[in-house]
């Protein structure tokens, strides 16, 4: 009998612990002084792009502007990250000087000037790792009644930001129908793995796969790594450059149905070098993005042969994290197979939700 009573109280505490939000666990004991005076009692989510997400009892999780926020206490243990580059750990202290704020433990304390700071990541979140990841998903479609053109296009993206590295996944796809010709794809998955290095420095690895109709690519296959640098790195704007090593693997489109002869085979390897540039401009009131992004990779045995993919979007939040895309896409292909175009470009509309 009492081996039964110990049993039901056993599984009465796990189901009482499981009902339990995990957010009620949580002590909110930061406190958040803003310009005006008032002191926001919460939870310190992260900072980014000076927009600090801050969990309060009353109102949720919120976004303060980091320009906003005189003074912060955290008894977490945080990474806080400034400008230059360098990294400290620890809580966050209140130090009585105007504009500075203190970082570390103990004795090992160290003061930095707060229009300084620009991300801020709890590093003692293990339980709650599904809060590391962002991203968006957005959807456009036009179609044009005079030439009977209908063109689809989706576009997901995903982050992982840990304490040492980001991991990246995005998916591209657009299709093109018209009557009286083929049905055109244009599409690409990537996967990158970046590791963050002293003083704004960071490796990548980074690995897709992509077709392009327009172009004659049936498939092409990127395996490759690089070195890099933020050479720009603030609460609104994030410029950085980008030198690697590829290997890919292409096979070009063929309009003939036979089995193409193995000695004939259009499929072929290539060492490149990649170049890369990446613009991001963020501003919170209004709420908008601005990015722009070059990938440039020249063969190793003849730079005259080179490949180059280019975006802009523009981003505008509509309503909390529902947004508005304008993006400009520009491909471009040296020496394309035969019949194929040497570009494709476009501009996309689209509709997605930020999570």
Same mark, same amino acid.
């Given at each position: 009998?009492?081996? =039964? ?8 505490t ?13 002590? %909110? ?44 206490h955290?008894?977490?243990?945080l ?11 620890? $809580? &966050? ?19 930095i ?14 339980? %709650?790792?599904?809060q ?12 044009? #009644? ?5 063109v ?14 980001? &991991? ?5 796809s657009?299709?093109?129908? !018209? ?5 055109? !794809? ?29 172009? $004659?690519?049936? @498939?092409?296959l990127?395996?490759?790594? $690089? ?8 609460? #609104? ?12 693997? =292409? ?31 963020? /501003? ?8 722009? =992004? ?12 080179? @490949? ?17 895309? &304008?993006?400009?896409y ?11 175009? #040497?570009?494709?470009? $476009?501009?996309?509309? /689209? ?5």
């Open positions: 009998m009492q081996k =039964t009573e110990a049993v039901w109280t056993c599984l009465a796990i189901l009482l612990a499981l009902g339990v939000p995990h957010d009620a666990e949580a002590a %909110k004991t930061d406190v958040v002084v803003l310009i005006n005076g008032d002191a926001v009692t919460g939870e310190i989510k992260s900072l980014d792009f000076g927009a600090l997400r801050y969990s309060t009892d009353s109102m949720g999780t919120v976004s303060i502007e980091w320009e906003e926020v005189v003074s912060l955290s008894d977490q243990s990474q806080v990250e400034v400008a230059s580059g360098t990294r400290y750990f620890g $809580g &966050l202290f209140v130090i009585g000087a105007d504009g500075r704020v203190g970082v570390g433990r103990g004795e090992n304390i160290q003061e000037d707060m229009s300084q700071i620009i991300r801020i990541t709890p590093i003692e979140t293990d339980e %709650k790792i599904w590391r990841f962002e991203g968006s998903v957005k959807f456009g479609f036009n179609s044009d #009644k005079a030439s009977q053109v209908t689809g296009n989706l576009s997901a993206n995903v982050r992982y930001r840990a304490r040492t590295y980001l &991991l990246g996944l995005d998916l591209i657009s299709i093109t129908d !018209q009557p009286g010709a083929e049905t055109t !794809q244009n599409q690409s998955l990537n996967l990158n793995y970046q590791r963050f290095r002293n003083s704004r420095w960071f490796t990548d690895w980074f690995t897709s796969v992509e077709r392009n109709d327009e172009q $004659g690519v049936d @498939r092409r990127s395996v490759g790594g $690089g070195l890099g640098r933020y050479l720009v790195q603030s609460n #609104k704007n994030q410029f950085s450059l980008l030198v690697g090593l590829v290997a890919t693997r =292409t096979a070009l489109a063929t309009a003939d149905p036979e089995p193409v002869d193995t000695e004939t085979d259009t499929d072929t390897t290539d060492a490149e070098a990649k170049f890369s540039v990446k613009y991001l401009h963020r /501003s919170l009131d209004p709420s908008s993005d601005m990015t722009f =992004t070059t990938d440039v990779f020249a063969k190793l045995q003849d730079f005259s042969s080179f @490949r180059s993919n280019s975006n802009l979007t523009l981003r505008r939040e509509i309503i909390d994290d529902l947004f508005f895309d &304008l993006s400009f520009y491909t471009y292909l040296s020496k394309p197979p035969e019949g194929a175009e #040497k570009d494709d470009y $476009g501009v996309v509309t /689209s509709i997605g939700y930020f999570f």
